[in-house]
């Protein structure tokens, strides 16, 4: 009979059909990022409105335009990043879209294939007549739960329709947002890019402005630069204190304990070698404890909290240009608040305190890294004592050219600088 063969397919096919959802992509982490960039740029703007009061252009304003800048392409490329990312789910959208699409047809079809065929048959196989066609009773038992999981099925597949349809209303919603959301996010984009363009010209106009004060401009760019390059070389130096010291220590540690070998055994001829000096990492790591200082701060590579709580790099690593002047710069320059607290970003032994030009910087060693701190107002900590992650070791000051508070901070491997940016968390 055309009703009994089609149950088997109608039960294999009843526990087969199912409708997955793809859940979308997250893009929290750069709308996180997004909101930062615009309080940061908020607060730029309302530093950048005091100093355009002025008539006479300033290098305070010269440098708040800058990070303006700055700031606002890193925005831009936040944006981009994020446009690519909703471009990922409007396209993953579109093929849950068209799978669900399918689905729903392939439902349609068989639901519609199954209700005509209970019509064509309705007429020579009445459910009465199906069952007392019977020969036995347990035949009869049979048909009558046929009967039962066929009516189940229908009605199982009539729920799967209308879940797939509001599968399907959800997704294609889902779609429209993010089409949405990436409407507003290239008009932002759009609208930063017009403001980056102006704020260009606008630093254009303030060097000409400037140009005109070329000897005063220069004389305070050259000041600047001395007491920048003095207090990179001042910290450099501590560091080198260090190094040498912990060398001197290990090589007078190997002598002893050379001795006290040769002393042991002096009936034994052994031939003579030469002691090789110790690396950096190996005066450095002397101690179990700095070993484990030295591999937990390699183990927080990437994580490390900032030196100040708000913050916006206006000067990164490496070589740089300011005004014609060639530098290079051992760490990165973050702009800050006023009077802002400048804390340690992983435990450590305070090695120096200075003071350069009015302007302290502190040097902390974990094992083999050293963090340096630079151009604070007054410092809370003293050489010898030990710091912990997030403790204050003092006050930010404003730069003396530009009265911008900013503060300097270095990361080094035994005498080697390396980016700071790399072991900070991202910004």
């Given at each position: 009979?055309?009703?009994?063969?089609?149950?088997?397919?109608?039960?294999?096919?009843?526990?087969?059909?199912?409708?997955?959802?793809?859940?979308?992509?997250?893009?929290?982490?750069?709308?996180?990022?997004?909101?930062?960039?615009?309080?940061?740029?908020?607060?730029?703007?309302?530093?950048?409105?005091?100093?355009?009061?002025?008539?006479?252009s300033?290098?305070?304003?010269?440098?708040?335009?800058?990070?303006?800048?700055n700031?606002?392409?890193?925005?831009?490329?936040?944006?981009?990043?994020?446009?690519?990312?909703?471009?990922?789910?409007?396209?993953?959208?579109?093929s849950?879209?068209?799978?669900?699409?399918?689905?729903?047809?392939?439902?349609?079809?068989?639901?519609?294939?199954?209700?005509?065929?209970?019509?064509?048959?309705?007429?020579?196989?009445?459910?009465?007549?199906?069952?007392?066609?019977?020969?036995?009773?347990?035949q009869?038992?049979?048909?009558?739960?046929?009967?039962?999981?066929?009516?189940?099925?229908?009605?199982?597949?009539?729920?799967?329709?209308?879940?797939t349809?509001?599968?399907?209303?959800?997704?294609?919603?889902?779609?429209?947002?993010?089409?949405?959301?990436?409407?507003?996010?290239?008009?932002?984009?759009?609208?930063?890019?017009?403001?980056?363009?102006?704020?260009?010209?606008?630093?254009?106009?303030?060097?000409?402005?400037?140009?005109?004060?070329?000897?005063e401009?220069?004389q305070?760019?050259?000041?600047?630069?001395?007491?920048?390059?003095?207090?990179?070389?001042?910290?450099?130096?501590?560091?080198?204190?260090?190094?040498?010291?912990?060398?001197?220590?290990?090589?007078?540690?190997?002598?002893?304990?050379?001795?006290?070998?040769?002393?042991?055994?002096?009936?034994?001829?052994?031939?003579?070698?030469?002691?090789?000096?110790?690396?950096?990492?190996?005066?450095?790591?002397?101690?179990?404890?700095?070993?484990?200082?030295?591999?937990?701060?390699?183990?927080?590579?990437?994580?490390?909290?900032?030196?100040?709580?708000?913050?916006?790099?206006?000067?990164?690593?490496?070589?740089?240009?300011?005004?014609?002047?060639?530098?290079?710069?051992?760490?990165?320059?973050?702009?800050?608040?006023?009077?802002?607290?400048?804390?340690?970003?992983?435990?450590?032994?305070?090695?120096?305190?200075?003071?350069?030009?009015?302007?302290?910087?502190?040097?902390?060693q974990?094992?083999?890294?050293?963090?340096?701190?630079?151009?604070?107002?007054?410092?809370s900590?003293?050489?010898?004592?030990?710091?912990?992650?997030?403790?204050?070791?003092?006050?930010?000051?404003?730069?003396?050219?530009?009265g911008?508070?900013?503060?300097?901070?270095?990361?080094?491997?035994?005498?080697?600088?390396?980016?700071?940016?790399?072991?900070?968390?991202?910004?």
């Amino acid at each position: 009979m055309k009703f009994l063969r089609l149950i088997p397919f109608v039960l294999v096919l009843l526990a087969s059909v199912k409708v997955h959802a793809q859940p979308g992509q997250s893009s929290e982490e750069l709308r996180r990022r997004l909101n930062k960039y615009n309080e940061e740029l908020e607060q730029l703007n309302r530093e950048y409105e005091e100093t355009a009061n002025n008539k006479k252009s300033t290098l305070k304003q010269l440098n708040l335009l800058k990070a303006q800048i700055n700031l606002r392409e890193e925005k831009i490329n936040n944006i981009n990043s994020e446009v690519r990312q909703l471009d990922n789910q409007i396209s993953e959208s579109n093929s849950n879209i068209h799978n669900l699409e399918g689905q729903l047809d392939m439902l349609k079809k068989e639901y519609a294939n199954m209700i005509l065929f209970a019509y064509r048959n309705q007429s020579s196989y009445s459910k009465l007549e199906f069952i007392f066609a019977a020969k036995d009773f347990n035949q009869a038992y049979k048909r009558m739960k046929y009967l039962q999981q066929f009516a189940e099925y229908r009605q199982r597949q009539a729920e799967y329709i209308e879940g797939t349809e509001k599968d399907l209303h959800v997704k294609v919603n889902e779609l429209d947002n993010t089409k949405k959301q990436k409407n507003t996010l290239l008009q932002d984009q759009e609208k930063e890019r017009a403001t980056l363009g102006k704020q260009k010209k606008d630093q254009l106009a303030v060097v000409s402005d400037l140009s005109r004060q070329q000897g005063e401009l220069k004389q305070q760019q050259r000041d600047l630069q001395r007491r920048i390059a003095r207090t990179n070389q001042e910290i450099r130096d501590a560091i080198r204190r260090e190094v040498a010291a912990a060398e001197a220590k290990r090589r007078a540690e190997e002598a002893r304990a050379a001795a006290a070998n040769a002393a042991n055994n002096k009936n034994v001829t052994t031939p003579r070698t030469t002691a090789k000096p110790p690396t950096t990492s190996e005066a450095l790591n002397a101690t179990p404890e700095a070993v484990r200082l030295s591999n937990s701060f390699l183990g927080s590579r990437g994580s490390l909290p900032w030196p100040v709580t708000n913050g916006v790099v206006v000067q990164g690593f490496g070589p740089y240009m300011e005004e014609g002047i060639k530098s290079d710069n051992p760490g990165i320059d973050i702009k800050t608040n006023e009077n802002a607290p400048v804390r340690a970003v992983f435990d450590g032994d305070v090695r120096s305190v200075n003071n350069v030009y009015g302007a302290y910087f502190v040097v902390i060693q974990h094992g083999e890294y050293f963090t340096a701190y630079s151009n604070l107002k007054s410092v809370s900590v003293s050489k010898g004592q030990k710091v912990t992650t997030r403790q204050n070791i003092g006050i930010a000051a404003n730069e003396s050219s530009t009265g911008i508070p900013k503060v300097g901070f270095q990361v080094w491997k035994g005498l080697t600088p390396v980016d700071p940016r790399l072991w900070l968390q991202p910004d």
